[in-house]
């Protein structure tokens, strides 16, 4: 949500574009200087080696390699130092921004709010007429054999199995499902997200008049 509203404000996109970026460079260049600092201590091992081995064999000591890898190592730690103070300033101008623009930005938000609860309200509205006519459906059913009781038929098999239930039959106790009255009731409720229904004045003063 709160990325909908970076979008709508092109100068807080710029500055939450810049911080990213400075976040996207600095985790590479965290990554470049442990590769360097790993290089560096591999180079100096195998420096150490060589210089043993020659002076061993009485031959000239070869060009190391660790001073140019750890020159590169300063380079780069310098660079990230650099980078994190970029991110620091960066990350400062973000939230001086959006601290003057704190209530510009909390009634985007509560309208982006509101535009979600109106979408929840309209599926939840849907979902509720459905819900009822299935439960019309089922109270139909439920008077046609109370009213009209199908004939009864002979037993004529051998003793069956039975369940025993204790107390009222509901949905929860034969089906495991939650209660009718807890579903109507939680669709309802996402119902009433969204906005309310407004009665104009002169309606109400016409319907008093007319009873």
Do not use: C
């Not at 599926?123 to 509720?128: F, V």
């Not at 819900?131 to 199908?150: C, F, G, I, M, V």
């Amino acid at each position: 949500m709160f990325e909908q509203i970076v979008e709508s404000m092109p100068e807080l996109a710029k500055l939450e574009s810049t911080v990213s970026e400075l976040e996207r460079k600095h985790a590479e260049g965290s990554a470049r200087l442990q590769a360097l600092a790993h290089k560096v201590q591999q180079a100096r091992e195998g420096d150490l080696n060589r210089e043993a081995l020659a002076l061993n064999a009485g031959r000239k000591v070869p060009s190391p390699d660790e001073p140019g890898l750890r020159e590169q190592l300063d380079s780069a730690a310098r660079a990230l130092e650099v980078l994190e103070r970029r991110l620091r300033l960066a990350e400062g101008e973000k939230a001086r921004y959006i601290s003057k623009h704190h209530g510009e930005i909390l009634d985007l938000l509560a309208g982006a709010h509101a535009a979600e609860g109106q979408r929840v309200a309209a599926a939840a509205g849907e979902a509720l007429a459905a819900l009822l006519a299935y439960h019309r459906a089922e109270d139909d059913a439920r008077n046609l054999q109370r009213l009209h009781p199908a004939p009864a038929q002979e037993n004529v098999g051998g003793p069956q199995s039975v369940v025993t239930v204790w107390g009222n039959l509901t949905t929860q106790n034969a089906g495991g499902g939650p209660a009718r009255g807890s579903l109507e009731g939680t669709l309802r409720y996402l119902v009433g997200l969204g906005a309310p229904t407004i009665v104009e004045a002169g309606a109400e003063e016409g319907e008093e008049d007319a009873a």
